[in-house]
């Protein structure tokens, strides 16, 4: 079966550190992988996805990057953290073709301070 | 602007009652449709998808879906106090999921 792993599940960096959370599935060859960010009360914001190594497409503009050096592997990274980046972070996989929904793995909490 | 629009409740149901909770969206090319349900601090979990109108059912949960009005709608039978939790609207607009817009989530709160 497939799974998803996701680290660190809580984080508290100070304004202006960078910042590296890891994604990692397995059971599954060759998913869409993605990053998504939770506000408190708000919808689930699209942040990046990738359709393989080294593919990243960004969805919103901002001071955070992605990257995926493994079919299976998905990190999410900033240089200098802003207050407003504070938030839930998800990853997510789907297969690759056909689109049945998300798969989230258990996500991170991140408080910029 | 694409929209997905939930009332955010919370709907209060007692125990064994139908919750019905509904969703609305703006973009007339919506191909996919799901329902994820979010305990409190925890990740979203896929319950349901539909992809065509009707109603599609699977154990306590019907969801159902209505492209003519755009709306979509969960039905949970015999709510159970576990149901409690925060259910998340998702429409995609394209077949790789790209595309997908969430609502802000109805609470749920079923009362023992």
């Known amino acids: 079966s497939q799974t998803i792993h996701q680290w660190p599940a809580t984080l508290v960096q100070p304004v202006g550190s960078p910042l590296s959370l890891e994604c990692t599935v397995e059971?599954?060859?060759?998913?869409?992988l993605y990053w998504y960010r939770q506000a408190a009360g708000r919808g689930l914001q699209l942040l990046f996805y990738?359709?393989?190594?080294?593919?990243i497409s960004s969805e919103v503009p901002q001071n955070l990057s992605a990257s995926r050096p493994q079919d299976r592997q998905f990190i999410l990274s900033s240089k200098k953290l802003l207050l407003s980046d504070s938030g839930f972070y998800l990853c997510?996989?789907?297969?690759?073709?056909?689109?049945?929904?998300?798969?989230f793995g258990s996500g991170t909490r991140l408080t910029v301070v | 602007q694409k929209e997905v629009e939930q009332n955010s409740g919370p709907l209060s149901v007692p125990e064994g009652a139908i919750a019905s909770l509904n969703c609305t969206y703006s973009?007339?090319?919506?191909?996919?449709f799901f329902w994820y349900r979010q305990y409190s601090g925890k990740s979203p979990e896929l319950i349901m998808s539909?992809?065509?109108?009707g109603d599609k059912e699977d154990g306590r949960f019907t969801a159902q879906l209505n492209k003519a009005s755009q709306y979509v709608s969960l039905l949970i039978r015999d709510s159970q106090p576990s149901d409690s939790a925060t259910y998340l609207c998702?429409?995609?607009?394209?077949?790789?999921?790209?595309?997908?817009?969430f609502g802000a989530g109805t609470r749920l709160f079923v009362k023992a």
């Open positions: 997510a996989w789907s297969v690759r073709r056909g689109f049945y929904g998300y798969t």
């Open positions: 059971g599954t060859s060759n998913p869409n």
């Open positions: 990738s359709v393989g190594i080294g593919q």
């Open positions: 973009d007339r090319v919506s191909q996919s």
């Open positions: 539909i992809y065509s109108n």
């Open positions: 998702a429409v995609s607009t394209d077949p790789g999921g790209f595309k997908t817009i």
